[in-house]
């Protein structure tokens, strides 16, 4: 069976979007949105559900699990692996004061990918050590949508973090990650990077998913 750091290195290639949902959000709408991002350079998306019951949380995400599993597009469920694991996702991503590890493990199905948020190079490596498949890092530059993050220390932090992984986890840059940045981001070391609000508020969210797909593989060269 295919490990879920193996299924994290294979997928975490560029662009990672994050689907924010909050109160008045429907299923329908969600679920259109989750349809922006099945275009060739993305692999997976994450549903992040902060502010609605747990009931709209598992009724929204059994809707996107089902159309993702369809687009091809692996899904990672935020904070809740009773939820992943209930809708059968792929995932879950987990910050600092979510389940640990091992537990949220006893949850998941064989095989399923556990991504952790840190704030510091030590934090990573021992999220890394503790068996996650992939580490997020940030926020990188200053962003609205996590204003409790981290104090944002910028590329040269990343960096340090990459340093402090071994070479199989993957790195997830997140915070304020605009298409300007992204050279930046590669520079570092990272393997992809999270987006939430520059999709989010897009006129055109499966254009601009487009554009950080080209900018991404452009800042790689």
Sequence with gaps: MTSGREKARSILTGLYPIVDVGPGMNERGTILFVRS???PGVKIVQLRCKGISDRAFYEVAGGVAATARGLGLALIIND???IAAAVQADGVHLGTDDLPLAAARRVLAPGSIIGRSTDTPE???LAADAGADYVAWGAVFPTATKPDAAPQEGPAALAKVRNALPSDVPLVAIGGITM????DIADA??????VIGALRDAA??????RAFVKAWKAAKL
């Design 180 to 183: 300007d940045r992204l050279e």
């Design 123 to 125: 934090e990573a490596r």
């Design 204 to 209: 055109d969210p499966e254009s601009a998913a």
């Design 37 to 39: 991002f099945a275009i």
């Design 80 to 82: 809740r692996p009773d």
């Design 189 to 194: 070391g990272a393997e992809a990077f999270a």
